[in-house]
Structures are given as C-alpha cells and as structure tokens.
C-alpha cells in the first residue's frame, strides 16, 4: 500500500512563506508525475504545479514567480516552495502520485495553508 504524507502547512502572515513536503512510502523513481493540488472550501481541487519524472516543471498562472516545486528522490520526497504568500493561497495542499496514463494515483491526506491579511 502507498502512503503518501504531506507536512510544512500552517499559518502565515500575507508575504511569507512555507515549503510543503510530501513524502511517499515508495521510490519516486520512476513515477510519472507528481503534483501538488489545492482546494478552497466549496470549490474543485485544482492543480497548482507538477513535476515530472524527467525533472520538468509546470505551474498554474496563479502561482507561477512564487511557488516551486522540487523533487529529491533519494528521500523520495517532493516539495513545494511557496513565497509571497497571498490570502487566496489559503487552502488544503495534497500531494498526488501519477504512474501515468492506466495506472492509479495516490493521494495524501492534505495539508492546511492558511494566509492572514
């Protein structure tokens, strides 16, 4: 069974900044994507960057100047750098596994971000 653990949420003033981490109980070799989501309360998970397993690196418009995500496979652990963080970043992060197109993915439990004013 794949776990996959996100850590770093939590409260920050507009500005700031956390670095998210999402750790799997497997290798991050080999997995196709791995993409860290966001949801806002009554609204749809949406993508917020991803990266591949050949190293490339997409973002959403919302995000793109301030996040960045990384991978270190040797600790198979994924992060996301947030900076200048705005109040509209305040979400739940999850972090999702991809193994690409006919196999399942894997999803964390979520982490909080909150950004005050």
């Known amino acids: 069974q794949v776990q996959v653990v996100e850590s770093g949420g939590g409260l920050v003033e507009a500005g700031g900044s956390l670095r998210l981490s999402c750790t799997a109980s497997?290798?991050?070799?080999?997995?196709?994507?791995i993409g860290w989501y966001r949801q806002r309360p009554e609204t749809q998970r949406e993508l917020v960057a991803v990266i591949s397993s050949d190293g490339s690196e997409d973002y959403d418009d919302s995000v793109k100047g301030r996040f960045t995500i990384s991978r270190d496979n040797a600790k198979n652990t994924v992060y996301l750098q947030m900076n200048n963080l705005k109040p509209r970043d305040t979400a739940v992060y999850y972090c999702?596994?991809?193994?690409?197109?006919?196999?399942?993915?894997?999803w964390g439990q979520g982490t909080q971000v909150t950004v005050s004013s």
């Open positions: 497997v290798t991050t070799l080999g997995i196709k994507f």
């Open positions: 999702n596994l991809d193994y690409g197109v006919g196999a399942r993915d894997y």
